[in-house]
């Protein structure tokens, strides 16, 4: 019993430290791309014209979205110009900076209202938060782990001896 106790005890240990290794950017495929997505959705009720940084127009009917990717400097961001028209109307046009960041997706959407008789665009852009534990929580975490197989191994090993005398 206490030798099958001691090899978890050991298999725990041996464990642990790799999973709060996993991601540390140094080889085995776990790093992340200098990339990131522009997604831009066209939630109008009209088609939409949409540039990004001068480029060529792209129309999105309602409701459809493009993905544009961008080369992001890690630790760092790509702010592009989105620009957006209707296409019955050119006249009726918006502009926004999106921020883009490394291996992460911008979500974009393009709404249209009505002031005054008039239709009025808007760009809305939501950057995405980081949702990846460090790599500083990731060791607390394992390490927790370890601690608590310690804390039930103590209290399993640790008890002062049953006698087994037989008291008659």
Known sequence: ???????????????????????????????????????????????VAVTVNGGTATTLEPGASTDLTFFVVKGSSVTPSVTASLVSDPTVTTSALCSVTQGKTTKVSITSSSSGGQVVLSITSKSPGNAMLSREARVAFCSMGVLSILLWLGTRLGRAPQSNAVVA
């Open 1 to 47: 019993m206490r030798r099958s106790i001691f090899g978890l005890f050991i298999a725990a240990l041996i464990v642990s430290p790799a999973g709060a290794m996993a991601g540390h950017g140094g080889g085995g495929g776990n790093q992340k791309p200098n990339l990131g997505t522009l997604h831009i959705t066209n939630q109008c009720d009209d088609a």
